[in-house]
């Protein structure tokens, strides 16, 4: 089982995508904005976190670097509802940072694979670092 940090300015979305987190088995928090975000994570906190990369007061480039700060062996992956900002520098190369980018219409297998992908990898990481 993986903690996860959803992060997204859209209530229902972080609402819908908790859900949809809990019932594959994981737990979750949620942040509406990067201060929130910022303010929650601690190293060893988290085994994943998915950011949205538009927000206001500062989207997924500043709170993927703000978060990696704060817990550098964190995987993020970066996540948009705009099919346009896919293919946009911001997410190819402002967003270098992140282990993954996605748009928001993924398929509950997709969130399945990504959590079981990047969660585990960051707890084999953070239970080599423990010993």
Same mark, same amino acid.
């Given at each position: 089982?993986?903690?996860? %940090?959803?992060?997204?300015?859209?209530?229902?979305?972080?609402?819908?995508?908790?859900?949809?987190?809990?019932?594959?088995?994981?737990?979750?928090?949620?942040?509406?904005?990067?201060?929130?975000?910022?303010?929650?994570?601690?190293?060893?906190?988290?085994?994943?976190?998915?950011?949205?990369?538009?927000?206001?007061?500062?989207?997924?480039?500043?709170?993927?670097? %703000? %978060?990696?700060?704060?817990?550098?062996?964190?995987?993020?992956?970066?996540?948009?509802?705009?099919?346009?900002?896919?293919?946009?520098?911001?997410?190819?190369?402002?967003?270098?940072?992140?282990?993954?980018? $996605?748009?928001?219409?993924?398929? %509950?297998?997709?969130?399945?694979?990504?959590?079981?992908?990047?969660?585990? =990898?960051?707890?084999?990481?953070? =239970? $080599?670092?423990?010993?």
């Amino acid at each position: 089982m993986a903690h996860i %940090l959803l992060v997204d300015d859209d209530q229902t979305f972080l609402d819908t995508a908790s859900e949809a987190i809990q019932a594959l088995g994981h737990t979750t928090s949620c942040a509406t904005n990067q201060f929130d975000a910022v303010e929650m994570v601690e190293p060893g906190v988290f085994n994943l976190a998915f950011v949205d990369v538009i927000m206001p007061g500062g989207g997924a480039i500043t709170a993927v670097n %703000l %978060l990696k700060e704060k817990d550098q062996d964190l995987p993020i992956i970066a996540m948009t509802g705009m099919w346009t900002v896919r293919s946009s520098p911001v997410m190819q190369v402002g967003l270098h940072n992140a282990a993954a980018k $996605i748009e928001k219409t993924y398929r %509950l297998a997709e969130l399945d694979e990504l959590i079981t992908k990047y969660a585990s =990898s960051s707890e084999t990481a953070a =239970s $080599i670092s423990a010993n």
